[in-house]
């Protein structure tokens, strides 16, 4: 019976394979290092009692506060249910299903292609080179139908930020033919790095960010997409009426409110030391064949030996995140920073892990 309901579904649905997210990969952990989320909690109340009442679609104070700490107009943000939803309302807006690509450079954030998939449009992929900036002569012979072209800096899992030379050409290449979206999820790790002060010079640039990372929110599911108002406005249009519960947007604005942003603004600081400190620890380890560069609060690794660092790990709660099936990946691990006793508890779990390897060897 079910196979006939099954049926009756939407072919790219029934072929599809959802996101892959750390939560539905389950695990048994205490130690939490596979979702690039803040490793505590922050101390928000409720303030507002007024359930009975619809939520604002866009909630001013947030959108205000927002602006404010971006250094743009409200005209030019948009609130919505993470910036995954910011991901998929872009590609409803602007892409016809059928007709229409988006294109984007693996190995990077796995929800471009999901989103593509469930809406039914065309995903083209022109693999980063290996310093993983981009292929631009290959993007420009790619770019025939395409649409959206989705740009991750810094790139989640690499770490790396893309060379904004580079992003500056590719928003030559593509005016009047196609948005760029610079996913901007984890910039309060690398500020100076951000890409909303060229929003004024280019119509068809936009800007993705949200509250999950440094902002230590990922439970409250809010994400921003900046851009032209005029990008903005067509945005307006497809998105639910109302996609912001008014929990959310309450705790939103606290955390966009001048001490919320200290807040970010110290634990950010916090995992970046952790980041530094972890990642010198590691490079220091006979397991650990290199280190990359990350300018976020995850580091990706490769190991001699990755499955057995992944598997003894998790059989001791330590809980990281595989990058093995990515392109140019294998081998590789990818490691969100937590407190410095978890970071300290990852590396006294890896030498153990070594002590064994040299003992099997004797
Ligand atoms: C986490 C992440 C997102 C999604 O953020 P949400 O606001 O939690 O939906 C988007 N892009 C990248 C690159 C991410 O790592």
New binding site residues.
């Given amino acids: 019976m079910s196979d006939t309901i099954t049926r009756l579904a939407r072919a790219n649905i029934q072929a599809l394979t959802p996101y892959q997210s750390a939560r539905r990969l389950g695990g048994k952990g205490d130690v939490w290092l596979n979702a690039?989320e803040y490793p505590l909690p922050v101390p928000f109340e409720l303030s507002q009692q007024t359930l009975n009442r619809y939520p604002e679609c866009q909630p001013k104070q947030v959108i205000e506060r927002y602006a404010d700490y971006a250094g743009l107009t409200p005209q030019q943000v948009l609130v919505s249910r993470?910036?995954?939803e910011g991901i998929e309302l872009l590609m409803r807006a602007f892409c016809e299903p059928g007709k229409d690509a988006i294109l984007f450079c693996p190995p990077t954030?796995g929800?471009y292609s999901v989103s593509a998939e469930t809406i039914g449009i065309e995903y083209r992929t022109v693999p980063a080179l290996a310093d993983w900036q981009l292929n631009l002569p290959a993007i420009a012979a790619a770019l025939e139908g395409v649409k959206l072209i989705y740009i991750?800096s810094p790139n989640?899992p690499t770490g790396n930020l893309i060379n904004p030379d580079a992003v500056r050409q590719l928003l030559e290449m593509t005016r009047g033919k196609a948005l760029v979206i610079a996913?901007e999820?984890y910039i309060e790790f690398c500020p100076q790095a951000t890409l909303t002060g060229w929003i004024a010079d280019y119509p068809h640039l936009v800007v993705?960010r949200?509250l999950?990372?440094a902002f230590a929110l990922?439970g409250l599911?809010c994400?921003f997409t900046l851009a032209n108002a005029a990008v903005i406005d067509l945005l307006l249009k497809v998105i639910a009426p109302y996609p912001l519960a008014t929990p959310v947007a309450d705790i939103a604005a606290q955390a966009l409110s001048a001490e919320g942003i200290a807040l970010m603004r110290s634990h950010v600081a916090e995992l970046n030391a952790n980041r530094d400190w972890l990642s010198e620890a590691l490079a220091s380890l006979p397991c650990v064949e290199q280190v990359f560069a990350s300018e976020t609060n995850y580091l990706l690794v490769r190991f001699i030996d990755s499955p057995r660092v992944f598997k003894t790990l998790w059989d001791q709660g330590i809980i990281l995140r595989d990058q093995n099936k990515n392109p140019g990946l294998a081998g590789c691990l990818r490691i969100s920073i937590g407190t410095r006793d978890e970071c300290e508890r990852l590396i006294v779990a890896l030498q153990a892990l070594a002590g064994v390897d040299t003992m099997e060897q004797a």
Avoid: E
């Fill in positions: 690039n993470g910036a995954d954030y929800m991750c989640n996913d999820a993705l949200t999950s990372k990922a599911r994400g």
